[in-house]
């Protein structure tokens, strides 16, 4: 079975620093992998995907991601954060068919 | 689009009795997600429905718990009877097309179920 590992539950962060939110993934075939972010009291919202081609994602709200197929890992970055991007932030893949499988979640804080 | 929408937002309940929660995904979209979201599971894919048919229940925790989709603008998950180890966050979502091909899943607010 597909699983994925966010390897930080919490990131404190200050303003306009620099921030990364770590995920692996483990699957022995292709798969697509995607960052959601849940602002509170709310849903999810798509952030970025990965399906093929460039390793390098960009998303919304500056974000960008790398897919690193040989560490199975897709990191979450973003060179200067705000406020605004306090949430929590999800790393998912798609095993098979219509399914998306999420890790357990990344809590940003972002301080002033 | 108003979005998905969920209701209640909010519910209460007491231990054995049943609970409705109600879903209306996007106009158009043909799959539809109901998700739960515990602080110790995250969040697990409970069953999703496409063009109205159930397609994959095996996240149903069990005969409690159960889904309906009558038609393509109503759905809702049913626990009868409810027990406290059932207090979440019930997400639903909707798509047009296969979310795990990189179609973007839309989700509802949520519906915060408490049961006492």
């Known amino acids: 079975a597909q699983s994925v590992t966010q390897l930080d539950s919490q990131v404190p962060v200050f303003e306009e620093a620099p921030v990364e939110l770590r995920c692996n993934y483990s699957s022995s075939v292709s798969v697509y992998l995607f960052w959601y972010v849940q602002y509170p009291n709310q849903g999810l919202q798509l952030l970025l995907k990965?399906?093929?081609?460039?390793?390098l994602v960009k998303g919304i709200n500056g974000f960008e991601a790398e897919f690193n197929k040989s560490q199975t890992s897709f990191h979450l970055r973003k060179p200067s954060v705000h406020i605004s991007d306090t949430a929590e932030y999800f790393c998912?893949?798609?095993?098979?068919?219509?399914?998306?499988?999420f890790g357990a979640g990344t809590i940003l804080r972002v301080k002033s | 689009d108003a979005g998905v929408i969920q209701s209640p937002r909010h519910e209460v309940t007491e231990m054995g009795q049943e609970v409705t929660l109600r879903c209306k995904p996007i106009s158009g979209h043909n799959s539809l997600f109901w998700y739960r979201q515990t602080m110790m599971r995250g969040l697990e894919l409970l069953i999703y429905?496409?063009?109205?048919?159930?397609?994959?229940d095996s996240g149903m925790p069990e005969d409690r718990f159960s889904a309906k989709m009558p038609n393509a603008s109503f759905s809702t998950l049913k626990i009868q009877p409810s027990e406290p180890r059932d207090s979440a966050v019930y997400f639903c979502?909707?798509?047009?097309?296969?979310?795990?091909?990189?179609?973007?899943?839309?989700f509802g607010q949520g519906t915060r179920l408490t049961v006492v």
């Open positions: 998912a893949v798609s095993p098979y068919g219509n399914k998306l499988v």
């Open positions: 979502a909707s798509s047009l097309g296969d979310v795990g091909r990189g179609t973007e899943a839309f």
């Open positions: 429905f496409n063009n109205n048919v159930p397609i994959d």
């Open positions: 990965y399906l093929s081609g460039s390793t």
